[in-house]
């Protein structure tokens, strides 16, 4: 579970679209880190408190992501990546138009 609140924390800076890529390939990752599942299980204790954690680490990470692009998606991780989606084609448009 130090894992999880280390990335909540270091992942929720964000001041780049490098680092909000990043954060959002993090979200990802958290949303199937450890769940509980064919051939992971622990005792109900654990499972909640990781559980607990694995949404408050997404939630941290999107509040990042809210102040850096001032969309309001909360933790919503398929949300996030269809943002990084559309944002990397404008990104990518961007930067066609600037080198003509």
Same mark, same amino acid.
């Not at 964000?14 to 979200?27: C, F, G, P, R, S």
């Given at each position: &579970? #130090? ?6 924390? %270091?992942?929720?800076?964000?001041? @780049?679209?490098? !680092? *909000? /890529?990043?954060?959002?390939?993090? &979200? ?9 599942? %064919?051939?992971? +299980?622990?005792?109900? !204790? /654990? %499972?909640? =408190?990781?559980? *607990? !954690?694995? $949404? #408050?680490?997404? $939630? ?14 909360? =933790? ?5 990546? %269809?943002?990084? +989606? +559309?944002? =990397?084609?404008?990104?990518? @448009? !961007?930067? @066609? @138009? +600037?080198? #003509?």
């Amino acid at each position: &579970m #130090k894992s999880l609140a280390v990335w909540a924390e %270091e992942e929720s800076h964000i001041a @780049t679209w490098e !680092q *909000a /890529t990043h954060a959002v390939d993090v &979200m990802t990752y958290v949303s199937h880190y450890y769940v509980p599942g %064919e051939g992971y +299980r622990s005792d109900s !204790q /654990t %499972e909640r =408190a990781l559980e *607990a !954690q694995r $949404q #408050k680490t997404l $939630q941290t990470i999107g509040r990042g992501l809210e102040e850096y692009s001032g969309e309001h998606l909360g =933790a919503d991780v398929g949300a996030w990546e %269809e943002w990084r +989606r +559309r944002s =990397a084609e404008g990104v990518s @448009t !961007q930067a @066609t @138009t +600037r080198a #003509k």
